[in-house]
């Protein structure tokens, strides 16, 4: 169990000491709920702090059946199987792309709260999350970063189902899980505090990150 984010963030940060102030390598968070876990690990090691939002692009009159996800770049995976399996026209999935990609701008520019974005061209990316039930969000988040130029990507989260876990682990370069345990349920349950984060929270953590390593 967890405390909460910041303790898990704090106790992930002991697994990644070898990163400790390298020059090339840059911490990405997901929000909302991975952005507090990865803010104790960029403090920790001393590294920059960035975030990538992504959207999860609901099947229509099934929203938690995800048939792909979005970046707020636009960069769009898709699940086949499950677009086969529903039928929908071409015409209706650009829809419902090009609607998740202007959430997930809109998401990404109130959050970064005026901190420009880091350059992850030839980076080590460190891309930190709460948890993976199923990892659908971390795999568009690794693609993300991949389109954006990052060298070599790690995915860092303190818990993690085995599917999860199984999924992600062979598409990057490095993957740190404290915790897979045999029966998973929901990320929730494996912290005493699961409180949403907000809006202004993501915003706080990533502005302090920014100016401590801008001063």
């Given amino acids: 169990m967890f405390k909460d984010r910041c303790d898990a963030g704090c106790r992930l940060a002991?697994?990644?000491?070898?990163?400790?102030?390298?020059?090339?390598?840059?911490?990405?968070?997901?929000?909302?709920?991975?952005?507090?876990?990865?803010?104790?690990?960029?403090?920790?090691?001393?590294?920059?702090?960035?975030?990538?939002?992504?959207?999860?692009l609901g099947a229509p009159h099934q929203t938690?059946?995800?048939?792909?996800?979005?970046?707020?770049?636009?960069?769009?995976?898709?699940?086949?199987?499950?677009?086969?399996e529903l039928a929908m026209s071409w015409d209706h999935i650009e829809r419902i792309k090009k609607e998740g990609h202007k959430k997930a701008k809109t998401l990404y520019q109130l959050l970064r709260g005026g901190v420009p974005p880091l350059n992850l061209k030839n980076k080590i990316a460190?891309?930190?999350?709460?948890g993976l039930a199923t990892g659908a969000t971390m795999d568009e988040a690794i693609h993300s970063a991949k389109s954006k130029g990052a060298q070599k990507i790690i995915v860092a989260v303190p818990v993690a189902s085995s599917s999860a876990f199984a999924r992600i682990k062979n598409k990057v370069d490095e993957m740190v899980c404290l915790n897979i345990p045999?029966?998973?349920?929901?990320?929730?349950?494996?912290?005493?505090?699961?409180d949403q984060t907000s809006d202004e929270?993501?915003?706080?953590?990533?502005?302090?990150?920014?100016k401590k390593k801008a001063s």
């Fill in 182 to 194: 045999s029966s998973f349920g929901a990320v929730g349950n494996f912290y005493e505090s699961f």
């Fill in 64 to 84: 938690e059946l995800a048939m792909g996800a979005v970046d707020e770049t636009g960069h769009t995976t898709m699940n086949l199987d499950i677009v086969s």
């Fill in 201 to 210: 929270m993501c915003i706080d953590f990533l502005q302090r990150q920014h």
């Fill in 14 to 56: 002991q697994s990644l000491k070898k990163y400790k102030n390298h020059k090339n390598c840059v911490v990405i968070g997901l929000p909302r709920g991975g952005i507090p876990v990865a803010y104790e690990v960029a403090q920790a090691l001393e590294l920059s702090l960035d975030l990538i939002v992504i959207k999860k």
């Fill in 126 to 130: 460190i891309i930190v999350d709460d």
